[in-house]
């Protein structure tokens, strides 16, 4: 890309707006913060990425068009994610060792912190997707007083029954007799009760995303690899680590993900939004809605998008960003 194109993207002639890429000490770990929007009078959203490691800093102008006019966006690269691991790259094996649910509750906490030093705000928007739900549903029961309000995309449920639930709407989908029939149940018969992520676990996984892909997420849309090659936000090496993830340098991340239950505390202090896709692959709405009555919070709702898959707000970008404007015009 042109530098003084690639500049335009990344430093917009914008007065009002904001524009930091910065690697503030986050936890003792030098971590990437990016913040983007056009006004600074915006409420601000912290965004927690999927995963572990799945960041999308890099690929904000395509993942999340439209956000920065309404919203300022705070992508952080979670621990040994993108650039916050070439960042650590010397210490990304101990790094790997890390990530604990209580890592991650500091974490965001000493991010938002680090935020309070860059941006005008009382409290904040907090947004999960994926991985990024399991932390941020968990840090929004225990630091209420820091957010707005809290809003789960693709929130998890439980890593071993949202798996389960799936791989049992497949066999109500698939037909009758074919092999695609004969490898669910397996998958069913043979899914650890105590999941342990390792290279068993990561091929069963496989298989199953590729049956998803087939059967259930018709609309799911694909990055275009165009899009990584020509991102403005990383570099080379940084985009080969986005298309090619190393699952080892997320070791005690993976167990905190596998292990995590949203049903142990159903009580909030603040309103929150849950979004899904009608597609939706890996963390099936229904038992979140299943769970929505026992919730207690001041304001709480469920939202799913036709024809949208796990990025909802990629597949149908108009429909998600409606839902999440007029839901936080609502508590105003």
Request: glycine content about 6%; some cysteine.
């Amino acid at each position: 890309m042109i530098k003084s194109k690639k500049n335009t993207i990344l430093y917009p002639d914008n007065k009002n707006g904001i524009y930091s890429y910065e690697y503030p000490m986050i936890n003792g770990i030098k971590q990437y913060v990016q913040v983007r929007g056009t006004n600074k009078n915006n409420p601000l959203i912290l965004f927690l990425h999927g995963g572990p490691g799945g960041a999308i800093s890099g690929l904000c102008h395509v993942l999340q068009k439209g956000w920065e006019d309404k919203f300022t966006v705070a992508n952080w690269d979670q621990r040994n994610a993108c650039k916050t691991y070439f960042a650590n790259k010397s210490r990304a094996k101990e790094i790997a060792q890390t990530g604990t649910m209580a890592d991650y509750i500091k974490d965001i906490d000493e991010v938002i912190a680090y935020l309070h030093t860059i941006y005008d705000f009382e409290k904040l928007i907090l947004m999960g997707f994926s991985w990024g739900t399991a932390i941020g549903s968990e840090y929004a029961k225990q630091h209420p007083e820091n957010l707005l309000c809290y809003i789960g995309v693709g929130q998890m449920a439980n890593y071993r029954d949202d798996v389960l639930f799936i791989l049992n709407k497949l066999l109500d989908i698939v037909p009758k007799g074919c092999k695609d029939e004969i490898k669910i149940k397996r998958m069913i018969d043979t899914f650890p009760q105590s999941p342990v992520w390792n290279k068993d676990l990561f091929k069963c996984m496989m298989h199953y995303n590729s049956l998803c892909t087939k059967y259930i997420s018709k609309h799911a849309k694909a990055i275009k690899w165009g899009d990584i090659i020509n991102s403005p936000f990383i570099n080379f090496k940084e985009k080969l680590s986005i298309s090619i993830p190393n699952y080892s340098l997320y070791t005690k991340s993976e167990e905190t993900m596998i292990s995590f239950d949203f049903r142990q505390n159903l009580n909030y202090e603040i309103p929150i939004l849950f979004i899904f896709g009608s597609e939706e692959p890996i963390c099936p709405n229904e038992p979140i809605n299943d769970y929505l009555d026992a919730i207690n919070a001041p304001v709480k709702k469920l939202e799913v998008i036709p024809n949208a898959a796990h990025m909802c707000f990629f597949d149908q970008p108009e429909s998600f960003n409606k839902i999440v404007d007029s839901f936080v015009k609502s508590l105003k």
